[in-house]
């Protein structure tokens, strides 16, 4: 079992930035073989989100986003990270970090993923 670990999160006002990174300290092989990357988002009482999807080094945006996340993995620091710019109050959310090694053709579908993160809370204030 792979236990994913965000981190990053935090408060800032509209128009700040924020990274999270995601890693699994945990694993030894660490996040090496998880070759499908994403992170969601979930407000109370909303489906978790699709945000930013890396598929083997294709990565993919919710129209929400574009622009200004990015979503990136450092296989050196079995990292994954993601920057978070210009921030809007309705930014503000759990994220959670998801992985798995398997291939699908939706990289926003949430059961696609095997492993999770305990999630980190990003509050964006206007």
């Known amino acids: 079992q792979v236990q994913l670990v965000e981190s990053g999160g935090g408060s800032v006002q509209a128009g700040g930035s924020l990274r999270l990174s995601c890693t699994a300290p945990?694993?030894?092989?660490?996040?090496?073989?998880?070759?499908?990357m994403a992170w969601f988002r979930q407000t109370p009482g909303k489906e978790r989100e699709g945000v930013a999807a890396d598929e083997d080094g294709t990565t993919t945006y919710a129209d929400s986003v574009k622009g200004r996340f990015t979503i990136s993995k450092d296989n050196a620091k079995n990292t994954l990270y993601l920057q978070m710019n210009n921030l809007k109050p309705e930014d503000t959310a759990t994220y959670y970090c998801a992985a798995d090694p398997g291939a699908d053709n939706d990289p926003f579908n949430p059961e696609r993923y095997t492993y999770w993160g305990q999630g980190t809370q990003v509050t964006v204030s206007s």
């Open positions: 945990g694993h030894a092989d660490g996040l090496t073989y998880m070759y499908y």
